[in-house]
Every structure is written in C-alpha cells, then in structure tokens.
C-alpha cells in the first residue's frame, strides 16, 4: 500500500549518489511534521518555530526531488513510479506549506502582540520575524495615511496604549485544549486548588491552553 512508512523511507532516501539519511529515518520526520502542524492548528497562539524539522523535510524534498529525477528519467518503463514518487513528495511539501502558512495566518492576526514581548518573537523563524516586522511597517503605513496621520502624535502608534479605538489581537488562553503529556513527569498538578493526577506519562488531558504553558513538561496542545 502507498504511504506506509517503509514505502514512505524509500521514496524520501531514492536517488543514485545520494546519502540516505538513517537517523531518524525520514517517516519519522514526516510524522513529526504533522505532529507540528497538528499543534499548531489546535493551539491559540503561535507555538514555537520547529527549525529542525522544516530544515530537514526541505532538505530531504530537495535532494530526493532530484534523485528520483536522475534515477528514472529517459526511462519510459519507470514512468509510473516516477509519478508514484512525486505524488508522495508532493505530500510532504503540502503539510510543510500548510504549516508555515498556517503560521503566517496567525501572525498577521496577531502581529503587534507577538511584536511586542522579546520571548514571542523568539517562537518565529528568521524569516517569520522579517514578515512581521514588514507586514506591521505596512499596516501602520496604510492606517497614517489613511487616518492617524490627522490625530495628535502620541496617538499616531497602533500599539499605544492610549488608543481605545485600537485593538490588540491576542490569543485567547482561556481556550480548551487536548494535552498529552509526552515524557514521564511523575505526578502533575496544574495548580494549587487543582487535585495531583497520578501515572499521567502518555495520558491525554482536556485543559485550558494557559495551564499548558508549564516548562516543566513536554505537554502541546493536541487537536
């Protein structure tokens, strides 16, 4: 069947002269990026970057793109396969698009939020935080010629606190969220008044997403 995992190795790892690369094998990156972008769609803030994954599954698309087209072109017989391969990396690219567009949905909405605290610009890529800062110059451009340009100069900045008409969009924590705790924490109490649950390592919870922000775990959001 198409799409299982080792099937899924060897579509990633084709290609004459090409490395295959072993650990950790390329399903399991694939699967991971799904977990991301999962993630992703179920929380209400913008979870942090995953530069590991995204850089590797475009390197894997890149290279094996390649490969499969030095191993099977000018070969009639293998027309099928070629296009079979394509398909399942076509696959792969769709979520690594879905997941960084995604993103970018969440940081327009959000932008002067995310903008706004050093630790939240941290959970954006290079290239998020360039988007960011243009998409913002952009809007604050549009609205000063539009209208902000004629108010007094302490009310000119769309972050000002002193602009009652200006809202900032930010995320709502208060949203319900399913959590699985993904590394053995021992025992886990979310806070004081709560009670402790016990054996919770690969239990799922249903949360608010602000008690989910604990460093102590490896717990996200899970949809």
């Keep these: 069947m198409i799409g299982s995992d080792a099937e899924l190795d060897e579509i990633l790892n084709a290609g004459e002269n090409i490395q ?11 699967q991971s990026m799904i977990r991301a972008w999962v993630n992703e769609k179920a929380a209400p803030d913008l979870l942090p970057f995953q530069h590991d994954l995204v850089s590797q599954l475009r390197f894997i698309v890149e290279t094996q ?14 027309n ?6 394509g398909l399942e990396l076509e696959r792969i690219k769709f979520v690594l698009r ?5 993103r970018l949905g969440k940081i327009q909405h959000m932008t002067i939020y995310l903008l706004s605290d050093p630790e939240l610009r941290m959970c954006m890529s290079d290239e998020e935080l360039f988007f960011a800062e243009r ?10 010629g539009s209208y902000l340009g004629n108010l007094s100069k302490q009310w000119q900045a769309l972050d ?3 602009m009652p008409f200006i809202t900032v969009m930010k995320p709502d924590l208060d949203t319900a969220v399913f959590c699985r705790v993904t590394q053995d924490v021992g025992d886990l109490q979310i806070n004081e008044i709560s009670k402790a649950y016990q054996r919770v390592f690969q239990a799922t919870f249903l949360f608010k997403s602000s008690h989910v922000k ?6 996200r959001p899970v949809h």
């Design 214 to 219: 604990i460093d102590k775990f490896d717990t």
């Design 135 to 144: 998409f913002q110059t952009l809007i604050q451009t549009y609205h000063k």
């Design 20 to 30: 295959p690369i072993q650990k950790p094998p390329a399903a399991d990156i694939y």
């Design 98 to 102: 879905s997941y960084i567009r995604l």
């Design 80 to 85: 099928f396969l070629k296009f079979i391969y």
């Design 160 to 162: 000002s606190d002193e």
């Design 65 to 78: 793109q390649e490969g499969v087209h030095l191993r099977y072109s000018g070969q009639p017989t293998f």
